[in-house]
């Protein structure tokens, strides 16, 4: 079992809902990536998703769009990122995925990111944009070396795409809570309830809900029918907020804890 399959199986032995913050590698910088890692390491993630910079991430509202660009003009890519990730793992076991597009991954050449992730100490990979019919290659490819595919849902998602990546995905279901770009909101959809329904009719992964998470009560509200709850762009702007305060990192982790339901 992967680090992400162990850390929801003891979420559900203990009773308890996951967190599943996202940030964009290298934004503002790398080093400092690397100590948002640590510090939502110790601020009670569950997993950690961290953004591949991508030119074009049309899934992506204008808080992420900026942070890719801001990454990218450092010349951020795979190579960096995995680097990170090699240096965190002295230090922290949290479960890490990459967030990307799939030109960037296609890019690097699938073989060898999944050889060079695994030895980094990345744990699973969510290509946005690859739809489970085209994905076969990539999911074998992935399984091999042992690292989980994540795969998307929305409430647009038909009966029997929602069987087919039943049938492929490994680690967790990510459902987003409504169609449309990220972002933050005042107000969840209630599609992603009825979503998380029908994707539990047809896996017994667990169902990590994201897209316009940005508040406790919103966490709370998630929590009450998922397994764990997903926060982006809320995150993204806390950075973009302070990114020039020296205590950046330490702000980022207040805040993350603030989310949590009982905080």
């Not at 806390?238 to 330490?250: G, N, R, T, Y």
Request: glycine share 8%.
């Amino acid at each position: 079992m992967s680090r992400i399959g162990e850390a929801f199986t003891r979420l559900k032995q203990e009773g308890r809902r996951g967190f599943i913050p996202f940030i964009t590698a290298g934004d503002p910088d790398l080093e400092t990536t690397r100590g948002f890692v640590l510090e939502l390491a110790r601020s009670g993630a569950s997993v950690l998703e961290l953004g591949v910079p991508f030119s074009d991430p049309v899934a992506d509202g204008p808080v992420i769009q900026r942070a890719s660009e801001r990454a990218l003009r450092h010349g951020v890519g795979i190579a960096d990122i995995l680097a990170v990730v090699a240096e965190v793992r002295r230090e922290t076991d949290l479960p890490i995925m990459l967030f990307s597009y799939f030109n960037p991954l296609m890019q690097f050449g699938v073989e060898r990111l999944a050889a060079e992730a695994v030895r980094a100490g990345v744990d699973g990979v969510l290509a946005t944009d690859l739809v489970p019919e085209e994905s076969g290659e990539f999911t074998d490819v992935l399984a091999a070396h042992g690292l989980d595919q994540i795969f998307l849902v929305a409430p647009t998602t038909s009966d029997a795409r929602l069987r087919m990546v039943a049938e492929r995905a490994r680690g967790f279901v990510y459902a987003v809570s409504r169609a449309g770009v990220t972002g933050a909101r005042a107000d969840l959809s209630v599609e992603a309830e009825k979503l998380v329904e029908r994707v539990r009719r047809v896996s017994e992964l667990p169902v990590a809900v994201g897209f316009g998470i940005s508040s406790q009560a919103h966490m709370a509200d998630v929590w009450r029918y998922a397994d764990a709850a997903v926060v982006g762009s809320a995150l993204v702007a806390e950075i973009e907020k302070h990114a020039d305060a020296p205590d950046l990192v330490s702000r980022v982790g207040t805040f993350a804890r603030s989310l949590l339901p009982g905080a």
